[in-house]
């Protein structure tokens, strides 16, 4: 009678083990799996598009790209299945700018407008205030920056980025002409 107990409760402890690893792998819950990299990579896309470009989300998920860039080839129709055109165009996006950083819009949106009230001043106004607020954080100006635009929801480079925000073909010009003016009253924005 023993044995048949313990026999029983092997089973039943072999039943439980193989439900819970089941549940594990049907709910995306081993990493490597399938179904675990497409949760993970929905989770930071979909802050991405929600929140913002944050330098931490690119990060992930250019890492999940490249880590796990052979699981997406052989399964591209699950890939194209599970996100929206607009989730593949992010994804697209970080994998081949990988020189480029993710930041928010807060610090560039602050410069951007700073840079068209340079833009805007009359010849008699002095820009040197503004000028200084800009030199501060010309790093957003120039650098290798993706943003998330929400007006067109879609992740940008920053020279994209800033075309839109000033709503110019070129911001580039605006920028160089902001420059010129603030180098005018002894300020280098470079």
Known sequence: MASILFGGGALL?????????AGAYFGGFIPGTLKWFMNKLEKDVTSIISNGAKEDDCKKVRKLLIDYEGLMVQNRDAFEDRFSEKELKVMAIIKKLRLHSCDDTNDIDSILTSVQNVNNLKEDEDPKDICNEIKENTRFLYGNYLYWDDSKEELMKLEDYIDSKLNVEDGSEVIESVGKKCEAVGINLR
């Open 13 to 21: 402890c072999s039943f439980t083990s193989s439900a819970a690893g």
